[in-house]
């Protein structure tokens, strides 16, 4: 019997993109052709605006592959330079409308509502009046920048058209999801004031609809990590194991970057260990500018997604000082339970947003903000944690972060209606992201 045709369209900002919701993207696409999905598509932009738009992004010709099965679509615009925006949006738009003329019943699921989620809505709209009557069924997952960036901005402003615009899309999708329970508090808090404001009932939707789903990482890029592969790649950067206090995230303010390199400069254990900066990001020449010529500050802005858990895996602590900030708040922080699979020393990090949820109390906390604070904590885990007391903070952190492991993440997401598939034979071929 020939299995049933089952599509998945996933459209977000896809690699090359530096962003936990890419990595989300990615894991979710490669259980679905473990989970009865015949065909996996990633909708996303094309890499010249990615470039263009000033996003920090991996080195392109390192990255990782796709399985067979999963195909990455960047649609070119639509219309010339007299539409002076909107052109790329009208090529997403479009070709989900293509796909969704094909007799196939097919998920969309959409991470950023701004865009994303109004690709979504727009093209099954548009299929619908045009009496194509398309099986699609729809999940919109609101990420940190919806909340902290754009619907934030709207409130500050005053722009309740704006927000209103944005509460409608993404009531407008069969399924409502949050990337933590601080985001969803958030979404609820927002729709409230928007309430307030305009005589909608926003809040209540929200409250009886959005669900939470935790991002979902591939746990067998961080397990059972190769000693020989740690120390080799330590070895290519001049570093040592336990050797060094490892940053590796967007290098922004709201990451607490600034604070990490000023607590450095006080830790009593600085002549012990070096302060690696791992990323890209709006603050990095500004960091850069701080650290001067302090030799053991060490800049890596080309690690990809094969380097990072081996460089996690050797390092004394992982810092992560998050701050919020008016722009951004950290509503999970996927880098700390990445850093938790892959083990190496203590993570030292802030309770700023949903951090609380990816650490779950495994991991020594400061105060945002508080330089002193994080400059004792990282001395802390350096010069006086014994290697017993380590070893089980790194146990409790490896069995928290297992609850995020991308098969039971997307078993919870697509609850309804996937079907397991035992794998068969050789893992699936690989194919390029491009």
């Known amino acids: 019997m020939t299995k049933q045709a089952r ?10 993109v530096i962003c936990g919701h890419s990595g989300e993207a990615r894991n979710l696409a490669e259980v679905a052709l473990t989970r009865g999905f015949t065909d996996v598509r990633l909708l996303t932009w094309p890499i010249p605006v990615l470039q263009a738009a000033g996003l920090p992004l991996k ?43 094909e007799p196939v019943p097919t998920v969309c699921l959409s991470m950023y509502l701004v865009p994303h989620t109004t690709v ?10 045009a009496g194509l009557n398309p099986d699609v069924h729809t999940i919109a997952k609101a990420v940190g920048s919806d909340v902290t960036n754009v619907i934030r901005q709207c409130l500050r402003e005053g722009r309740f058209g704006a927000a209103t615009v944005l509460f409608t899309t993404f009531l407008a999708n069969d399924e409502l999801v949050a990337v933590s329970e601080y985001t969803r508090d958030e979404i609820i808090a927002s729709a409230a004031e928007v309430d307030a404001a305009c005589g909608t009932s926003f809040a209540r939707q929200c409250r009886e609809r959005v669900t939470v789903s935790y991002p979902p990482i591939d746990s067998s890029a961080y397990l059972d990590l190769d000693p020989a592969a740690v120390d080799a790649a330590l070895a290519r950067r001049g570093l040592d194991r336990d050797g060094y206090v490892l940053f590796l995230s967007r290098v922004a303010r709201a990451k607490g970057i600034h604070d990490l390199v000023t607590a450095y400069g006080r830790m009593r254990a600085r002549e012990r260990v070096k302060l690696v900066v791992a990323g890209t990001g709006p603050a990095l020449e500004q960091v850069r500018a ?3 010529d302090d030799d053991r500050i060490v800049f890596l802005t080309d690690v990809d997604d094969a380097e990072k858990p081996l460089l996690m895996r050797g390092c004394a602590a992982y810092a992560l000082p998050t701050r919020p900030e008016p722009d951004f708040v950290e509503t999970f922080g996927i880098a700390l339970a990445e850093k938790m699979l892959a083990g190496g020393g203590p993570v030292v990090t802030t309770l700023t947003g949903g951090t609380g ?58 609850s309804s209606g996937v079907t397991p598939v035992a794998p068969l034979g050789p893992l699936p071929e690989r194919v390029s992201p491009w």
């Open 7 to 16: 599509r998945l369209v996933i459209v977000v900002r896809a690699d090359p």
């Open 59 to 101: 080195p392109l010709d390192r990255l990782l592959p796709y399985s067979k099965g999963i195909t990455v679509e960047r649609p070119e615009s639509v219309g010339d330079y007299r539409v002076p925006d909107g052109r790329h949006l009208a090529g997403l738009t479009g070709r989900l409308v293509e796909l969704l003329c």
């Open 120 to 129: 979504v809505v727009d093209a099954v709209h548009a299929a619908r009046v």
């Open 290 to 292: 701080m650290a001067r």
């Open 357 to 414: 949820e990816a650490v779950g109390g495994t991991a020594v906390i400061v105060e945002p903000g508080d330089v002193d604070a994080l400059a004792c904590a990282l001395d802390h885990a350096v010069l006086e944690m014994s290697a017993a007391e380590k070893a089980e903070m790194a146990g409790r952190a490896l069995s928290h972060a297992m609850t995020f492991d991308r098969a039971a993440v997307f078993d919870g997401l697509f």
